[in-house]
C-alpha cells in the first residue's frame, strides 16, 4: 500500500483547489509541515486525524484564515494567495463551520440568505424580500434531498443533521465549488449522522469538490473517495477507496503501531516488575530463614 493522489481515473486532471508542501510556523510551534493534498470535482476528499494532527490549521489555510509559511496554493491550477475567507469564497470555497453560524431564533429563509439578503422596493421602502427567501431555501433544500415543514420555522427548531443541510444548500446556491465541511458529524447522533452523510453524496452527485473533515474514520469510509491522514501536523499519505479497508484507515489515523509498541513495553515493564518482586520475596524469605536457624541455635545452646 502506498500514497497515491490519483488513485481514480477523473474527467477532468486539474484538481478544483490543491496544495503542494504546505507548512504553518506559530513562532516555534510546527502546525503542519510539507502537506500536500488535492481535491477534483465529484469527490470526497476525507482529510482524516486525532486531535492535535493539524487538521483545523489546514482548513483554515484552505478557507483564508491563515497564509500559509511554505508552499503552494493552487485553486484550478493558478497560485492563489488569500487574504481574508471572502477570497476564498470568492473562487468557491465554501467552509461550514461545526458553529453553523446560524442564529437560531430567525427563520430557515433569513438564516439561508444571512448576509446576502434579497431585496424587493425600491429606495428608502426596500426590504427583504421574504416570498424569494423562502421559496428559494425550499427548492434548494429538497435538491439536497430534505423537504422542510416551513421555511418560516426557527433554525433552533431543526435538528442537528437538518442545520446542516441548510448550511450546505446554502453554500451550493452561492456557488460554491469546494465545500468544505468541518467535523459535521461530530456532535450527532447516529441517525442524524447518517443524513449529513446523505447531503455529502448529494453534493459530490452534483459536481462539487468536497473535503470532508472528521476524526471518525468509520464516518469517512462511508462517502469518501481518496482518504488524506494526518499525524502530528505531518501526512501519512492520501490514499484511495480501493488501496486499503476501513480497518487501516483507523490503523493509519490512529496510530495503531505506536499502541503496539506501547503495549509491548507495558509488558515487558509488567514482567520486569513481576520479576523483581520474586526477587525481593526471594530476599525476605532467606532472611526469614536465617534468622530462624539463628533463633534455633540460640535455643539449644541455652542451659
Given at each position: 500500500?502506498?500514497?497515491?493522489?490519483?488513485?481514480?481515473?477523473?474527467?477532468?486532471?486539474?484538481?478544483?483547489?490543491?496544495?503542494?508542501?504546505?507548512?504553518?510556523?506559530?513562532?516555534?510551534?510546527?502546525?503542519?509541515?510539507?502537506?500536500?493534498?488535492?481535491?477534483?470535482?465529484?469527490?470526497?476528499?476525507?482529510?482524516?486525524?486525532?486531535?492535535?494532527?493539524?487538521?483545523?490549521?489546514?482548513?483554515?489555510?484552505?478557507?483564508?484564515?491563515?497564509?500559509?509559511?511554505?508552499?503552494?496554493?493552487?485553486?484550478?491550477?493558478?497560485?492563489?494567495?488569500?487574504?481574508?475567507?471572502?477570497?476564498?469564497?470568492?473562487?468557491?470555497?465554501?467552509?461550514?463551520?461545526?458553529?453553523?453560524?446560524?442564529?437560531?431564533?430567525?427563520?430557515?429563509?433569513?438564516?439561508?440568505?444571512?448576509?446576502?439578503?434579497?431585496?424587493?422596493?425600491?429606495?428608502?421602502?426596500?426590504?427583504?424580500?421574504?416570498?424569494?427567501?423562502?421559496?428559494?431555501?425550499r427548492e434548494e433544500l429538497i435538491k439536497m434531498g430534505i423537504d422542510i415543514r416551513d421555511p418560516a420555522q426557527p433554525v433552533g427548531t431543526l435538528s442537528g443533521g437538518e442545520r446542516q443541510s441548510v448550511?450546505?444548500?446554502?453554500?451550493?446556491?452561492?456557488?460554491?465549488?469546494?465545500?468544505?465541511?468541518?467535523?459535521?458529524?461530530?456532535?450527532?447522533?447516529?441517525?442524524?449522522?447518517?443524513?449529513?452523510?446523505?447531503?455529502?453524496?448529494?453534493?459530490?452527485?452534483?459536481?462539487?469538490?468536497?473535503?470532508?473533515?472528521?476524526?471518525n474514520p468509520h464516518h469517512a469510509y462511508a462517502v469518501g473517495d481518496r482518504f488524506t491522514i494526518l499525524k502530528r501536523g505531518r501526512s501519512a499519505g492520501t490514499f484511495a477507496k480501493s488501496e486499503l479497508?476501513?480497518?487501516?484507515?483507523?490503523?493509519?489515523?490512529?496510530?495503531?503501531?505506536?499502541?503496539?509498541?506501547?503495549?509491548?513495553?507495558?509488558?515487558?515493564?509488567?514482567?520486569?516488575?513481576?520479576?523483581?518482586?520474586?526477587?525481593?520475596?526471594?530476599?525476605?524469605?532467606?532472611?526469614?530463614?536465617?534468622?530462624?536457624?539463628?533463633?534455633?541455635?540460640?535455643?539449644?545452646?541455652?542451659?
Open positions: 500500500m502506498s500514497p497515491n493522489d490519483s488513485a481514480t481515473p477523473l474527467t477532468n486532471p486539474v484538481p478544483l483547489i490543491e496544495v503542494v508542501n504546505i507548512s504553518k510556523y506559530f513562532g516555534s510551534v510546527i502546525a503542519l509541515h510539507d502537506v500536500s493534498m488535492a481535491v477534483h470535482a465529484g469527490e470526497v476528499m476525507c482529510l482524516l486525524g486525532d486531535n492535535g494532527a493539524g487538521k483545523s490549521t489546514l482548513i483554515k489555510i484552505l478557507s483564508g484564515v491563515h497564509k500559509a509559511s511554505e508552499g503552494q496554493y493552487l485553486v484550478e491550477g493558478q497560485r492563489v494567495v488569500f487574504d481574508s475567507p471572502r477570497d476564498a469564497l470568492a473562487h468557491g470555497i465554501a467552509t461550514v463551520y461545526q458553529d453553523l453560524a446560524m442564529i437560531p431564533l430567525m427563520s430557515i429563509a433569513r438564516n439561508f440568505f444571512l448576509g446576502s439578503e434579497p431585496t424587493t422596493g425600491w429606495g428608502p421602502f426596500k426590504r427583504f424580500d421574504i416570498n424569494f427567501a423562502s421559496r428559494v431555501a448550511a450546505i444548500a446554502r453554500a451550493v446556491y452561492f456557488g460554491a465549488k469546494v465545500l468544505i465541511l468541518d467535523e459535521p458529524t461530530a456532535a450527532l447522533g447516529v441517525k442524524q449522522a447518517g443524513v449529513v452523510l446523505r447531503y455529502i453524496a448529494q453534493a459530490r452527485a452534483r459536481g462539487l469538490g468536497v473535503v470532508f473533515i472528521t476524526h479497508s476501513r480497518e487501516e484507515v483507523v490503523r493509519l489515523m490512529s496510530g495503531a503501531d505506536e499502541l503496539d509498541e506501547l503495549s509491548h513495553e507495558l509488558q515487558q515493564f509488567a514482567r520486569t516488575a513481576a520479576r523483581q518482586e520474586q526477587d525481593q520475596l526471594s530476599v525476605v524469605e532467606q532472611q526469614l530463614a536465617v534468622s530462624l536457624e539463628e533463633s534455633d541455635e540460640m535455643f539449644h545452646q541455652e542451659p
